[in-house]
């Protein structure tokens, strides 16, 4: 027997060395994280290693509209540490974020020019700071389903675009003069013959919208609709704006209130039946198109996209409420990173091919502008505001 007074070392065995090895870097990773946090210095980690060990965090505040996904998608959060920048958001409609308050955010995105101009005139009216930035596009369009396409296609209102897909285009150009007219005459989904495809819907044809006193994509179809009624020509004075507000609102509201954004619903498998075209943007679809091609190995030819004759991009807007904001709006035009993300998620980066290149790598067609095809302008923001409040009784802009 040995002396009582003596210890023996206890023999550690490691089985598994690489194990060992990486919980033992983990755990002076984590170490050296909470040095440099209370010492004040901000640290980004991984599993692995560290990034940026040295490098301040700079941590921004927004109110986005439907544009969220460009700012919380992983990859793009992931870039944007890497500059050392970190946002967190709240998600609402771009009416709601222009009109509502923003003390306290260093930025705003809402999803096109007439949100980010109630913003910006607000705020220059009380001589506070704003800057913008236009990182990117996307067309205003209507999303569908295959057997309400033909049946559009078969009333002469839609038309399949050339080299959409071979055998089953998933774009179609519709004509809004006539589409707008089965709304006006009470012509329902059976009037037109629906039932060939093995469906009945006795609802009156019209494209559902989310709600316009929230929504950008409501505000901006509805300066879609009044260029068409007003001879695909802008409306430029209160008389005008007024006549086409009251002739257009039974378009408008006979749908009800929906909320901010409609694709998750149309995307569902109970769209069909909750609405069967609804207002989205084309980057919605397109990203989803990608998605689905990357896990079914094809694209879902059942969810087709409607493009209005009369086209309308919508620009939307990173607006900078403080000068902390100016890197990341910047990192947002010019980041080729950012920029080839951003395709990824369906956006047109501006002066780039980017969004081709990448739907061609992934086997989704392109769409393509037809010849006979016109921009649509938007009234003056001051008109289409008040057009809007005609249509629905919204609430005004706030203090911002």
């Known amino acids: 027997m040995g002396d009582p007074a003596r210890t023996e070392p206890a023999l550690v065995v490691v089985r598994e060395p690489h194990l060992f090895r990486q919980r033992a870097l983990r755990v002076l990773t984590l170490a050296l994280a909470l040095v440099l946090t209370v010492s004040g210095t901000a640290v980004l980690v991984t599993e692995d290693h560290l990034l940026l060990p040295f490098q301040r965090l700079t941590t921004l505040e927004g109110r986005l509209a439907s544009k969220v996904e460009s700012l919380e998608d992983g990859q793009v959060t992931r870039i944007l540490l890497k500059h050392g920048i970190r946002v967190h958001t709240i998600s609402s409609g771009s009416r709601e974020v222009a009109t509502g308050r923003l003390a306290g955010y260093d930025f705003a995105f809402p999803s096109g020019a007439p949100a980010g101009y109630l913003i910006t005139s607000t705020r220059q009216k009380q001589s506070r700071y704003s800057k913008t930035y236009h990182p990117f596009d996307s067309p205003l369009v209507l999303a569908t389903y295959r057997a309400y396409a033909e049946t559009l296609q078969a009333a002469g209102v839609a038309r399949p675009q050339t080299g959409s897909g071979a055998g089953e285009p998933l774009y179609y150009s519709l004509d809004m003069n006539r589409f707008l007219a089965l709304t006006e005459h009470n012509r329902r989904w059976n009037d037109l013959g629906i039932r060939r495809y093995g469906l009945s819907n006795d609802d009156v044809v019209l494209a559902q919208t989310s709600d316009i006193c929230l929504s950008n994509s409501a505000g901006t179809y509805l300066g879609l609709v009044a260029f068409t009624r007003n001879n695909n020509d802008v409306p430029t004075s209160t008389q005008q704006a007024d006549k086409l507000a009251a002739q257009l609102k039974p378009l408008l509201i006979r749908q009800g209130s929906p909320g901010v954004d409609l694709f998750p619903y149309y995307a569902s498998p109970q769209g069909r039946q909750l609405a069967p075209v609804v207002v989205v943007y084309e980057h919605q679809f397109l990203a989803y198109q990608a998605h689905y091609r990357a896990t079914h190995r094809t694209v879902d030819t059942e969810r087709v996209l409607l493009y209005p004759t009369a086209r309308t991009l919508t620009q939307p807007q990173f607006i900078a409420l403080d000068r902390r904001a100016d890197p990341l709006g910047e990192l947002l035009e010019h980041d080729p990173e950012l920029q080839r993300r951003e395709?990824?998620?369906?956006?047109?980066?501006l002066g780039a091919d980017t969004l081709t290149r990448h739907l061609q790598q992934q086997g989704v067609p392109v769409p393509?502008?037809?010849?006979?095809?016109?921009?649509a302008r938007?009234?003056?923001?001051?008109?289409?505001?008040?057009?809007?409040?005609?249509?629905?009784?919204c609430p005004a802009p706030a203090t911002n």
């Not at 395709?343 to 980066?349: D, I, M, P």
């Not at 393509?368 to 921009?375: L, W």
């Not at 938007?378 to 009784?393: A, C, F, G, S, Y």
């Open 378 to 393: 938007m009234p003056d923001q001051t008109l289409l505001e008040r057009m809007i409040t005609t249509v629905k009784n």
């Open 343 to 349: 395709a990824e998620l369906g956006y047109h980066v």
């Open 368 to 375: 393509q502008a037809p010849r006979d095809e016109t921009s």
